[in-house]
């Protein structure tokens, strides 16, 4: 089954850094641009920030401009989420999914979703 699986997440205190990874099992991820999404309890899950393959990158929310960097390494399969200065209200579970090519502000244009990371920011 194609997946991509995330990793990196855990408790932190407010104004924090944490680094999430997003690694792809069984394909490769050089066609793809992938996205970060995150989805709080009672809440629909948003978009944070995605990266085309020709590595054009886009966030979502203001919130997390200037806080956010979404960066990919192709020989490690891989791409990363740098999230620096947290907040509480970023807690939520993060997920990665695939989309070929180009990013997309629709979040139901992705797919290979992974199973999440929680991420937790105490206050």
């Known amino acids: 089954q194609l997946q991509l699986v995330e990793s990196g997440g855990g408790l932190v205190q407010s104004g924090g850094s944490l680094r999430l990874s997003c690694a792809a099992s069984k394909f490769t991820l050089d066609y793809y641009a992938i996205g970060w999404f995150r989805q709080a309890p009672g809440k629909e899950r948003e978009g944070v920030s995605c990266i085309s393959r020709n590595e054009g990158s886009i966030n979502y929310a203001d919130s997390m401009k200037g806080r956010f960097t979404i960066s990919r390494d192709n020989a490690k399969n891989t791409v990363y989420l740098q999230m620096n200065s947290l907040k509480p209200e970023d807690t939520a579970v993060y997920y990665c999914?695939?989309?070929?090519?180009?990013?997309?502000?629709?979040?139901?244009?992705?797919?290979?979703w992974g199973r999440g990371t929680q991420v937790t920011v105490s206050s």
């Open positions: 999914a695939r989309r070929w090519g180009s990013c997309s502000g629709d979040v139901s244009d992705f797919g290979s």
